[in-house]
């Protein structure tokens, strides 16, 4: 391990804070990684999207760079994130830099002298350079003239192949233990479970790092599953009523299906733009810099977009086709409310989903020990949108954390009923079990229904299925509830569903336990609109812009609408999102306190020294006008 910092290093983490970052106090876990990480101990951290995590490395590594440690090296594998985290920095005063593809050969030549003059604080790369033969020399030279400082590994999930977004580039990164052993390392993610986490710790050889895992909870995310029916119009509806205006994300898991419902969207008069690995790479970064740089855009796309995506005001996140697992859930409707303020999740989901995200693991050529794994992860996630109780509480409990009813889930705020589908299973169960016997072929969930709720359909006719004992004998089962029946009995493994046979039903050795009644089915009953909302909710005083200054009073909104405006033409001009040069939260702050000098504005969180110098005359300014 590196040296121990001195006394003046040791007492330095809260005086950055402060001056470079305008904060006045650390939040959580932050303090104790800081002072680990700038004594040069190994660290895993687990924090939440919006948790501070950025912080974890960034003060560290101006602490170490301040004790003559020299450069910190970001491995980050976004180069979205990395322009607009450096361009962060730069705001608040810290030498960054990236290396990416972005740069021409004499930008990236001049990076890398200035790096290795020791001019550059932090400096942002792609796993894939960190491993090249040139990149690793130049870390060579760093490290013999002593002036290597740390190693930050963000998405650190992405390290793990049972994780939701693994990257095979990732696994080399053992070189950084390897070559520089003496070097701190700080690997961080918003979302592992146990199995992920022990991964993370294998494959970057950090078993000797001090783990600091912080609670899962987003209290201000409000988690809503509805069944599916018309998605898209369900999907409307739910922004029209809740979120007209608001910023928000559309995850989809076609690109097609991107395409459609984001011209859907923009028919309804929605802010909408797709995103998606198909289109054109200039058109992607130009719809995410709207999306980050603009108020009140929807982004509809696949799971291709959202990693690193720091905006703090996105209001919703939006699923219209289920993710893989619980990590991925969790990672992707993390990006909603990282301001702290009220935001939803919201999910339709439906039988297809099941079977879809089902075929995808039967027919993927991994090994079978993945698959079980894959297959466990899903059953957690199809187990959460089944369940008839807390949302959070299933969530939080799949991290492995304790908690107990919210009150601010779907469940939670309407409680569903509850019924027993043991007899409708052995039914369904009994109905394929028949039509297989008496046609010799299977059939798909629809006709199996059809039979049970005794329709007498042209299928029906044509193979005699009216004189199967079990037609008719369902008749008292909605579809909707014989819909619930099928997604149990898949999620369970009581049912199959054969893709390579358009998607027919097949019976499983899980289906003789149910046909027995040996197993229990126990079902919510069929919830297709969103549960309705508490006062809080109302669309926090319709038509204030902004969560963060809602409590402001006539003054203090116009204000507050002025410093808005001020921001988006700095931010216009810097080329950043908005967000980079103040949060709402601290324009809100300027706003109440009305400020008349520079030493007004000393204090408010948000503004450190650099920024008081660069932008303290021009708030000061604006604010004058009221």
């Known amino acids: 391990m590196s040296a121990q910092p001195s006394e003046s290093l040791a007492t330095a983490p809260a005086q950055i804070l402060h001056e470079i970052f305008g904060y006045p106090q650390f939040r959580g876990p932050q303090q104790a990684i800081v002072d680990h990480v700038v004594a040069g101990g190994d660290a895993l951290v687990l924090m939440p999207t919006g948790g501070g995590k ?32 450096v361009g962060a920095l730069h705001e608040a005063g810290v030498d960054a830099a990236f290396l990416n593809s972005t740069l021409d050969w004499e930008q990236t030549q001049e990076v890398e002298r200035r790096m290795l003059r020791g001019e550059i604080t932090l400096l942002y790369a792609a796993p894939e350079r960190v491993n090249t ?14 002036k290597l400082a740390l190693f930050a590994i963000d998405e650190a999930h992405c390290v793990s192949q049972w994780g939701h977004d693994f990257r095979p580039e990732y696994r080399a990164l053992t070189v950084l233990h390897e070559r520089y052993a003496g070097v701190p390392r700080i690997a961080l993610t918003a979302t592992a479970d146990a199995l992920t986490r022990a991964d993370i710790v294998e494959r970057l050889q950090l078993e000797e790092a001090r783990q600091f895992v912080s609670s899962f909870d987003r209290p201000n995310i409000r988690y809503t599953i509805v069944e599916k029916k018309e998605a898209t119009t369900q999907l409307l509806r739910f922004i029209e009523r809740e979120h007209e205006g608001d910023a928000g994300v559309v995850y989809c898991q076609s690109r097609k299906r991107v395409e459609d419902v984001a011209q859907t969207l923009r028919d309804a008069g929605i802010n909408a733009l797709p995103y998606h690995a198909g289109l054109d790479a200039a058109v992607r970064q130009k719809h995410q810099d709207r999306f980050l740089r603009d108020e009140g855009i929807v982004m509809v796309a696949t799971i291709a977009f959202g990693m690193g995506i720091d905006k703090p005001d996105v209001r919703f996140v939006a699923h219209l086709d289920m993710p893989k697992n619980i990590e991925g859930y969790y990672q992707e409707t993390g990006r909603a409310g990282r301001d702290g303020a009220a935001a939803d999740a919201w999910m339709a989901y439906g039988l297809q989903d099941v079977v879809n995200q089902r075929r995808m693991i039967d027919e993927s050529p991994a090994g079978e020990e993945f698959k079980q794994v894959m297959r466990g992860k899903l059953d957690a996630l199809l187990s959460l949108a089944e369940a008839s109780d807390c949302r959070r509480v299933r969530l939080l409990g799949y991290f492995g954390e304790q908690s107990s009813a919210c009150g601010n889930c779907d469940n939670c705020i309407t409680p569903p009923q509850v019924w027993d589908g043991t007899d409708a299973a052995r039914k369904l169960l009994s109905t394929i079990y028949r039509v297989q016997q008496l046609s010799g072929i299977s059939f798909g969930a629809g006709h199996i229904m059809d039979i049970l709720r005794g329709k007498t359909t042209e299928k029906v006719t044509q193979f005699g299925h009216a004189s199967l004992s079990t037609f008719g004998i369902g008749a008292d089962f909605s579809e909707a509830q014989l819909r619930g029946v099928l997604r149990q009995l898949i999620a369970i493994g009581a049912l199959a569903v054969d893709a390579q046979a358009y998607n027919t039903l097949q019976l499983t050795d899980g289906s003789r336990a149910v046909l027995k009644g040996e197993v229990q089915v126990m079902l919510r009953e069929s919830v297709s609109s969103p549960a309705d909302r508490k006062s809080r909710r109302e669309k926090t005083a319709r038509g204030a812009p902004s969560p963060a200054a809602a409590a402001l009073d006539a003054v203090g909104q116009a204000r507050f609408t002025a410093l808005k405006a001020w921001r988006a033409e700095v931010a216009r001009e810097h080329n950043l999102p908005a967000y980079v040069i103040f949060h709402d939260a601290t324009l809100a702050a300027i706003a109440e306190r009305g ?13 450190g020294s650099k920024k008081l110098d660069a932008y303290g005359d021009d708030v000061l300014r604006v604010c004058s006008a009221f």
């Open 54 to 85: 950025s912080l974890c490395y960034q003060i560290p590594a101006i602490a170490r760079q301040r004790a003559g440690h020299g450069v910190t090296v970001v491995v980050s594998p976004l180069i979205a994130l990395m322009h607009d985290q």
């Open 133 to 146: 033969p040139r990149f690793l020399s130049q870390l060579d030279s760093l490290r013999e003239r002593g």
């Open 595 to 607: 400020p008349a000098t520079l030493e007004d504005l000393q204090g408010i969180s948000g503004i």
